[in-house]
T-cell receptor
Framework: RKEVEQDPGPFNVPEGATVAFNCTYS??????FFWYRQDCRKEPKLLMS???SGNEDGRFTAQLNRASQYISLLIRDSKLSDSATYLC???????????FGAGTRLTVKP | NAGVTQTPKFQVLKTGQSMTLQCAQD?????MSWYRQDPGMGLRLIHY???????DQGEVPNGYNVSRSTTEDFPLRLLSAAPSQTSVYFC?????????????FGQGTRLTVV
């Protein structure tokens, strides 16, 4: 079993749609949680950290359920520019063992 | 601002050749790491370093060596290239603190071993 598992995708949605990605992790000792975005043939970049209380950044909302070892990302009012692969990442407290999910590809269509 | 710089961007090697992928960061980050990204596998940690003179193995270290003589540089050496090492390689750096922090990635090196 992979340490971090994500919805395989791909997700193809129209502009303006709401889309949700799920992620589960197996290491109960994980302390830090992130969503990264990766554009085609580019490097990953931090989208947002995920906190136990849940957090929101504009159209993006991230949730963490430690008991179920589950992380989610909700994107509202999808834009064409949201098309990318979204990577779920978990790590220990000191960030030196980041474990990545395989990513979920999102395509937003006009 | 340069951030994390990787060279080369592309490389083709013959089986058995050796080479070094360069990685440099100008953010004075203590942590640096190397990942490989293969289709359907996500990024997998090869080696990492928590500071100059300190390195450790990640998930997939076999066939690779690293060294960290300075804070800025963290080269990855392929000892004897094999077709299974065909991949995209990313170097990353971050500043450690409780709760984790953002990792900054280089632009990647696309390596093909024939």
């Amino acid at each position: 079993r992979k340490e971090v598992e994500q919805d395989p995708g791909p997700f193809n949605v129209p502009e303006g749609a709401t889309v949700a990605f799920n992620c589960t992790y197996s290491n109960s000792a994980s302390q830090s949680f992130f969503w990264y975005r990766q554009d085609c043939r580019k490097e990953p970049k931090l989208l947002m950290s995920v906190y136990s209380s849940g957090n929101e950044d504009g159209r993006f909302t991230a949730q963490l359920n430690r008991a179920s070892q589950y992380i989610s990302l909700l994107i509202r009012d999808s834009k064409l520019s949201d098309s990318a692969t979204y990577l779920c990442v978990v790590s220990s407290y000191n960030n030196n063992d980041m474990r990545f999910g395989a990513g979920t590809r999102l395509t937003v269509k006009p | 601002n340069a951030g994390v710089t990787q060279t080369p961007k592309f490389q083709v090697l013959k089986t058995g050749q050796s080479m070094t992928l360069q990685c440099a960061q100008d953010m004075n980050h203590e942590y640096m790491s190397w990942y490989r990204q293969d289709p359907g596998m996500g990024l997998r940690l090869i080696h990492y370093s928590v500071g100059a003179g300190i390195t450790d193995q990640g998930e997939v270290p076999n066939g690779y060596n690293v060294s960290r003589s300075t804070t800025e540089d963290f080269p990855l050496r392929l000892l004897s290239a094999a077709p299974s090492q065909t991949s995209v390689y990313f170097c990353a750096s971050s500043y450690p603190r409780v709760g984790g922090t953002e990792a900054f990635f280089g632009q990647g090196t696309r390596l093909t071993v024939v």
